[in-house]
């Protein structure tokens, strides 16, 4: 069974830090390509990044790059995202999403992360 986890999520100050990971399982990690994405209160969801399968192709959404970080370990089945200078208006759920061979697409639960003061 495809299983995708994602935890990390909280409450920070505008400026902070928060890193989110995405555990996965029941299909072949290492060959999947793996991405994060978000949704506001009211908008659709939106593209944050991905990362190929060997880590050395990463793709990031205009409003997070150079502030955003993607990585994966494929020794723990984990995906993470390293989010810094935070802005309200990163405030939103954020899934893991993984398409991997065997016609798997597969989401996560979401984990919700705010920013206020």
């Known amino acids: 069974q495809v299983q995708l986890v994602e935890s990390g999520g909280g409450l920070v100050q505008p400026g902070g830090s928060l890193r989110l990971s995405c555990v996965a399982s029941g299909f072949t990690f290492s060959s999947s390509v793996m991405s994060w994405y978000r949704q506001a209160p009211g908008k659709e969801r939106e593209f944050v990044a991905s990362i190929g399968w060997s880590a050395g192709s990463t793709r990031y959404a205009d409003s997070v790059r150079g502030r955003f970080t993607i990585s994966r370990d494929n020794a723990y089945n984990t995906m993470y995202l390293q989010m810094n200078r935070l802005k309200p208006e990163d405030t939103a759920i954020y899934y893991c999403?993984?398409?991997?061979?065997?016609?798997?697409?597969?989401w996560g639960q979401g984990t919700q992360v705010t920013v206020s003061s």
């Open positions: 999403e993984a398409v991997a061979p065997g016609r798997i697409d597969a």
